[in-house]
C-alpha cells in the first residue's frame, strides 16, 4: 500500500541553525502539506501546496519557513533560523485531488528537537 | 475561526466494553469531518470522512456518524490493539478547504 515517507526521523539542531525536512508523498498525489505537533498539543496546520505554489498557509507559517517541490517526488520544508519554540513533530500529508474524497494521508513525522 | 472539542480526553475500558467518543464542532460551512487514528510516536492514521448530517461510516469495530454540530465515534467490543489516540478534524468552505482544524484527541486505553 503506497505511504507517505518522512526523512530524516529525529532531527536535534541548535538554535539558530537552518533545517530542512523532506518527505516523498504518494506517488499520484496532487496536493502536499506540512503540520507540526508539540509534545502533548493537537495537530496544526501549516501550509499546503499544490501546483508548484503555496495554496494555503497558517499564522504560524511565517517568514522563516518555506516549502519547495525540488523533483518530482520530493516535499520539502526548510525552517531558515530554527528557536526553541520549534521544537515539534512535523507531519507530511499528500491527498489525491479536490473533489470526492480528499482525505490527506500523512507521514510518519520528523522530531525535530531545537537546543 | 473552527473549533473542534472532543471529549472525554482520555478513557479506559475493559476489552469488550462498548462505548462511544465524541467530537463537537463549529463551522461556518461543513466540508467535511474526519476521523484519525494517532499511535504514540507516529502520524495520524485516516480512518473516515463523513460530509452531511445523518450520514454513517463503519470499518470493524468502529462507526462514525454525524449531526449538525457533532460527531461520534462507536467502538464495540473493543480490543487492546484499539488502544490509541483518536483524532477529530473539520474543514470548511470559508477558508482554504484544505486547511483541517483537528481536536486534541480522546486518549483511548484498552484493558485485557
New interface residues.
Given amino acids: 500500500e503506497p505511504e507517505?515517507t518522512q526523512t530524516p526521523s529525529h532531527q536535534v539542531t541548535q538554535m539558530g541553525q537552518e533545517v530542512i525536512l523532506r518527505c516523498v508523498p504518494i506517488s499520484n498525489h496532487l496536493?502536499f502539506?506540512w503540520y507540526r505537533q508539540i509534545l502533548g498539543?493537537?495537530?496544526?496546520?501549516l501550509v499546503?501546496f499544490?501546483n508548484n505554489e503555496i495554496?494555503?498557509k497558517?499564522e504560524i507559517f511565517d517568514d522563516q519557513f518555506s516549502v519547495e517541490r525540488p523533483d518530482g517526488s520530493n516535499f520539502t520544508l526548510k525552517i531558515r533560523s530554527t528557536k526553541l519554540e520549534d521544537s515539534a513533530?512535523y507531519?507530511c500529508?499528500s491527498?489525491a485531488d479536490?473533489g470526492g474524497?480528499?482525505?490527506?494521508?500523512?507521514?510518519?513525522?520528523t522530531?525535530l528537537t531545537v537546543t | 475561526e473552527d473549533q473542534v472539542t472532543q471529549s472525554p480526553e482520555a478513557l479506559r475500558l475493559q476489552e469488550g466494553e462498548s462505548s462511544s467518543l465524541n467530537c463537537s464542532y463549529t463551522v461556518s460551512g461543513l466540508r467535511?469531518l474526519?476521523w484519525?487514528r494517532q499511535d504514540p510516536?507516529?502520524?495520524?492514521?485516516?480512518l473516515f470522512?463523513l460530509y452531511s448530517a445523518g450520514e454513517e461510516k463503519e470499518k470493524e469495530r468502529l462507526k462514525a456518524t454525524l449531526t449538525k454540530k457533532e460527531s461520534f465515534l462507536h467502538i464495540t467490543a473493543p480490543k487492546p490493539e484499539d488502544s490509541a489516540t483518536y483524532?477529530c478534524?473539520v474543514s470548511d468552505y470559508s477558508?482554504?478547504?484544505?486547511?483541517?482544524?483537528?481536536?486534541?484527541?480522546t486518549k483511548l486505553q484498552v484493558i485485557p
Fill in positions: 507517505v496536493y502539506y498539543q493537537k495537530v496544526e496546520f499546503s499544490y495554496s494555503e497558517s513533530m507531519f500529508a491527498s479536490r474524497s480528499y482525505e490527506q494521508y500523512f507521514g510518519p513525522g522530531r | 467535511g474526519f484519525y510516536g507516529k502520524g495520524p492514521e485516516f470522512t483524532l478534524a477558508g482554504g478547504y484544505q486547511k483541517v482544524t483537528f481536536g486534541t484527541g
